[in-house]
């Protein structure tokens, strides 16, 4: 998706481990404290569990171990944060929920090319806000892809 120089978006940031992180606004539909989650069998290492939402079994990612950094135990200073993608709704567990921005499209920046990983990249570009480096996190990449039916 091309996006005009000008162009401003909400969104939603937060941190994993010592790294600042973003989403759009409109993906998230709630944010809740941590709450201890049920663990599935075989389920991925990233897959802390799930949880019910008002009953609805909603899957809960630990969103350092999905993109590869170092976790931590869950406490009370932790967050999930419901997100919808698509059809599906999951949590994210991060470590905390900083506050909602508004930034300027113009100022994003592409990710180096660090090479071809055999995948899509989970960060859709990077903002540079005070000092800070924050990263767009981009959710159709993030979350595992659906099983195909047989």
């Not at 162009?7 to 940031?13: A, I, K, Q, S």
């Not at 949880?51 to 931590?72: F, M, Y």
Request: with cysteine; charged share 25%.
């Amino acid at each position: 998706m091309l996006i005009s120089k000008g162009d401003r978006r909400e969104l939603v940031g937060f941190r994993v481990g010592e790294q600042a992180f973003c989403i759009d606004i409109t993906s998230v539909l709630e944010i809740r404290g941590w709450t201890p989650t049920t663990p599935l069998p075989r389920a991925p290492d990233y897959m802390k569990g799930v949880v019910n939402l008002r009953g609805v079994v909603l899957p809960i990612i630990d969103l350092a171990a999905r993109l590869g950094l170092p976790t931590k135990e869950p406490s009370a200073r932790h967050a999930i944060m419901v997100v919808k993608c698509g059809s599906r709704t999951v949590g994210l567990l991060v470590e905390a929920v900083s506050d909602i921005v508004e930034l300027d499209d113009g100022m994003r920046q592409q990710t180096p090319d660090m090479g071809d990983d055999g995948g899509p990249g989970v960060i859709a570009g990077i903002f540079a806000v005070d000092g800070e480096m924050i990263s767009l996190l981009d959710l159709d990449n993030v979350l595992p892809p659906l099983a195909e039916a047989a």
